[in-house]
Structure formats: structure tokens, C-alpha cells
């Protein structure tokens, strides 16, 4: 049974930085690409990051590239969400993901709510002004 624990969400103040964490299990999950996205009150769940099973290939919403950055332990079936520079409108639940399609080259990173077939409970980030 797959599973993903998300955590390390919180509140800080803008400017501050986080790092959150997914921990997988259920499967060997150094096979699959994973991706990171959030869903704000009443807006629809978007994605924030993807990294590809190798680590290889990483993308980024353009509203948190060069401020968020996302990593992979494959020895320790963790994925990471560092984000630094945060701003209120960062503030939403940050859900974890897995796309188990092993097709996948390592060099494509699925952004799409709709390619992901598992996801964690969600870990709360607010970041106050």
C-alpha cells in the first residue's frame, strides 16, 4: 500500500524559509517521479514541483522558481521541499505526490494534477506578512 507522510509545514513570517518533507512507503519509490503541489482556500490544487525518479531532471511553477527547491534521498524514500524567500501568497496546504508510471524518461517531470496517482495528507505552510 503506497504511502506518503508530508511534514515540516508551519507558520512564518515573509521572508523566512522552510523545508518540508515526504516520506514514502509501500513501494520502491526510487523508481518514480514525485512532485510537490499546493492547494490555497478555495482556489484549485496547483503544481509547485517535480523531480524526475534519478533526480536528473527538476521543474518549477515560474510564481517559485529560484526561491523553492526539490530533492530526493531515493536511500531514505524522502522527498524535499526547501522553500526560502517565502511570501504570503505561498501560503496553501502542500500535498506530495507519486506518478507510478515507470515509462516515465528521466528526463520528463509530470506537472499535472492528473498524472500523480497517489498523494499525502498535506502539511499546512502560512506565511504572515
Known amino acids: 500500500q503506497v504511502r506518503l507522510v508530508e511534514s515540516g509545514g508551519g507558520l512564518v513570517q515573509a521572508g523566512d524559509s522552510l523545508r518540508l518533507s515526504c516520506a514514502a512507503s509501500?513501494?520502491?519509490?526510487?523508481?518514480?517521479?514525485m512532485g510537490w503541489f499546493r492547494q490555497a482556500p478555495g482556489k484549485e490544487r496547483e503544481f509547485v514541483a517535480s523531480?524526475?525518479?534519478?533526480?536528473?531532471?527538476?521543474g518549477y511553477a515560474d510564481s517559485v522558481k529560484g526561491r523553492f527547491t526539490i530533492s530526493r534521498d531515493n536511500a531514505k524514500n524522502t522527498v524535499y521541499l526547501q522553500m526560502n524567500s517565502l511570501k504570503p501568497e505561498d501560503t496553501a496546504v502542500y500535498y506530495c505526490?507519486?506518478?507510478?508510471?515507470?515509462?516515465?524518461?528521466?528526463?520528463?517531470?509530470?506537472?499535472?494534477?492528473?498524472?500523480?496517482?497517489?498523494w499525502g495528507q498535506g502539511t499546512q505552510v502560512t506565511v504572515s506578512s
Open positions: 505526490g507519486v506518478d507510478l508510471d515507470r515509462r516515465l524518461p528521466s528526463t520528463y517531470v509530470p506537472r499535472s494534477t492528473s498524472e500523480y496517482d497517489h
Open positions: 509501500g513501494r520502491t519509490f526510487s523508481m518514480y517521479h
Open positions: 523531480i524526475s525518479w534519478s533526480s536528473t531532471n527538476t
